[in-house]
């Protein structure tokens, strides 16, 4: 590099660092210079400029029998001079009282109510003060709160109840604002029957609880502030294993030992994380491994990831979910999208971090092969969505919020990042990062932030850098820009030569697959083609023992496979896994996939009005449309 170039660089790193950008804040209160002005979230009803919920501090008891939580949330407010009401979110809620901590009545009113958004709760303030008391109770059909009898468990003798609040759910078991830019601390006591247990994604003040009136209590503190959708409640019959010095897992007792070797790599996936980013900063990170119905594969709740019991495939092949959730712990929880339109903010850096975790612990060629399924799952998923929902930004005015949780978000926001570090170079990447999350902790983040931020700390006016980026092509427009990084496995080059052999006659158990993981694997199975023989089919199942494999992910993509050829002999696997569980991710598309047949649409319905009393209403809510589903 000539020199002049070179005092060019280090001009600009020492200007970059002598002038940190100021830390804009959401204090209501503070001075309008020191503001961090948020976008409008169309999908709250707050008004946080008047006043803002800034901790929420819950006492609540967990009444199975009414599928009900009850009680009390004490929000802490902060309150612009001229405030005199402040406006919650709130969804299914039965408002019993709204009073000031020393009991004094206050007067309340409830909007008109819209299916997802559910309805503004509307308090007067009194003249002084900054806490209110909500009495309230939830209803049995609350969307976040999924109530599962002891059959819908593994041990089969307790019941189990949990929340998933994420996007915007958390309004139906707690009154607040609930936009991922307004963010909370939470303190919780939470009573339940004897002899379960409570868990939250918060600090767990009372490990053996205390003995209550009419259970055990309980009681959490979170003092980091979280957006809302983080606030998370589990309660069943659960044990705890340590991993390592600040990891561990909680599962039902007849789980919780195949979890905790499962998830051994924890501690090694944390410290690979810091290196890449700075600091863990939630203290412990634990898992809870959850009944089968949970519909999501995690939810990155802070401090206790929520994960399905799918991921536990004996092997420990499956674990990049876990990689995935704790890097939410910096993009995600740390720095948060400040509206659901933003949401790619969470998901495309927390795809992208997550491969980086998986490439330090498990090596290149592992994260390559991670990185070709993602954009293959990318290219399948885009084929099927309008071009408006392509970009990276959405417009969700007007929409479920869930409508922006497709692939593009995941694995165009990961494409996007991949690109931009083989642009710049990682090492300068990777300082970029590192320099974004500690800069933005604990605050939200708009996209078009990030682009600026982007602009002034990494491109820096470099017109062919930003060439090779493209900043605005992926954020703004449809499909994979053409300077999208390439994805090269030579892991799957061979998986493809193995195929081909396969087709050309070569008997299955010939193929070279001893050290297969279960990417080769599902690399195989993605690109056999269309319109093999049943005796071909047969011999794949008797070589591999396809149908019954315990590799969830593998018996997804045969039995995909299967369907697509009408094999009639992994039917009853296929059945028996949709009833099994309920994750999203393989229940959805194996429905379509019968659903798209002309023989397998009456199948599909009379596997579903099996498996559906099994289901998160999140997953029903996916499937019933695709079936047609009424009740029937
Ligand atoms: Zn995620």
Redesign the pocket.
Known sequence: MPVRSLLAVLVLTLTGCAQPQPVATTDVTAPASERLVLPEDVHSYARPAEARVTDVALDLTADFAAKQLHGTATLTLDRAPDADEVVLDTRDLAIEQVTTPDGTPLTFTLGAADPFLGQPLTVTLPETGDRIVVHYRTSPEAAAVQWLSPDQTTGGTHPFVFTQGQAILTRTWMPTQDSPGIRQTYSAEVTVPTPLTAVMSAEMLTPEGEPAEDGTTYRFRMDEAIPPYLIALAIGDLDFREVGPRTGVWAEPSVVEAAAYELADMEAMIDAAEGLYGPYRWGRYDVLVLPPSFPFG?M?NPRLTFATPTILAGDRSLVSLIA??L??SWS?NLVTNATWADFWL??GF??YFENRIMEAVYGAEYARMLESLSRRDLAAEMADLPEADQHLFLDLDGRDPDDGMTAIA?DKGAAFLRTIEVAAGRERFDAFLRDYFDRHAFQPMTTERFLDHLDAELIRGDAALRARIQPEAWVYGPGLPDVAAPVVSEAFARVEAQAEAFLAGTAPESLETDAWTTHEWLHFLEVLPDGLSAEQLDALDAAFGLTETGNSEVLFAWLRTAIAHRYEPAFPALRDFLVRQGRRKFVLPLFQDLARTDWGRALAREIYREARPGYHAITAGSVDPVLGWEGG
Do not use: D, Q, R
């Open positions: 995690g990155e995935h959730e890097a939410h995600g969470n998901e927390t795809s995941y």
